[in-house]
């Protein structure tokens, strides 16, 4: 190995043990030699289903400007080996839990306590909550409809595009409407999130598409971590952020005036019991 190449690699293990999982599967794919020939920033950020910022970060701990820069020194160099995709690491499963892994460290990262303390008091504000979401993300509204009601919240999940437009004619000022968008493109959910916005209700965005746009029709947006194409559900279901914000927000919620809310919750519990005792 020569000196340009030993610089590289000792330059990714000196900086090693500041590194967070996420860049350190970034650091262990490039150490142990790409198994892929496209090292562009989308293709390597989908390989190891991680976002395109987590390689900008890496680079720039690695002392470089951007990812591009790094892996341009990085191919000058050429210091690894092609080799078989999925020869190392346990194959699929370990690539699969690593996803997990890597969302649950981004989940860290963009986590804003004070973005779900606002979500809680809106909650508390409003007479009444409406979820919105289409596909996985109506499965994941569902579930969402369904631990906060046990809380004793009025709340209702919608996950059809024409309900929600017809939704729009009862939501006023006393209500707050969240929808459930990874993408940041479901047409029929923004457009609703709009006209509830305009009746004068309290609106939430919950994406992983980071952008301004929305700041013009939502009170709130709520990032979730994502990696490149998960709403196509191809390795794991795209509801996995969707339920850890559910997580999230349901601890946060149940903490306000807790020894009421889990009376409510038991009683809910209580009923659904049709056991003989």
């Avoid at 892994?101 to 986590?111: A, G, M, R």
């Avoid at 009862?170 to 929808?179: S, W």
């Amino acid at each position: 190995m020569n000196s340009e190449k030993e610089r590289i690699i000792n330059n990714i293990k000196g900086v090693y043990g500041s590194l967070t999982n996420i860049e350190r599967s970034i650091a262990d794919f490039f150490l142990k030699g790409p198994d892929i020939k496209d090292l562009s920033a989308q293709n390597v950020a989908a390989h190891l289903f991680i976002s395109s910022a987590s390689l900008t970060r890496f680079a720039q701990k690695c002392g470089y400007t951007g990812y591009r820069q790094f892996v341009f020194d990085y191919q000058q160099n050429r210091v690894w080996k092609e080799k078989p995709v999925l020869e190392e690491n346990g194959g699929y499963i370990f690539q699969m839990l690593s996803v997990y892994q890597n969302l649950l460290d981004e989940t860290l990262h963009l986590f804003d306590e004070e973005k779900i303390k606002h979500l809680c008091s809106l909650f508390a504000s409003c007479s009444r909550v409406f979820v919105y979401g289409i596909g996985s993300s109506g499965l994941a509204a569902n579930e969402i409809q369904m631990r906060l009601m046990r809380l004793g919240l009025n709340i209702y999940s919608i996950t059809d595009g024409h309900l929600m437009e017809m939704n729009s004619v009862i939501v006023d000022e006393n209500c707050l409407v969240m929808g459930l968008s990874l993408s940041g493109r479901t047409g029929e959910l923004l457009k609703s999130l709009k006209a509830a916005k305009t009746a004068g209700a309290a609106t939430v965005l919950v994406t992983a598409l980071k952008s301004g746009k929305f700041d013009s029709f939502c009170d709130e947006v709520v990032e979730v971590a994502a990696t490149e194409n998960l709403s196509g559900g191809k390795i794991i279901s795209p509801q996995f952020p969707l339920l850890l914000f559910s997580d999230i927000l349901y601890a946060y919620y149940l903490s306000v005036e807790t020894v009421h809310k889990e009376l409510l919750h038991k009683y809910t519990l209580d009923i659904l019991d049709f056991s003989p005792k």
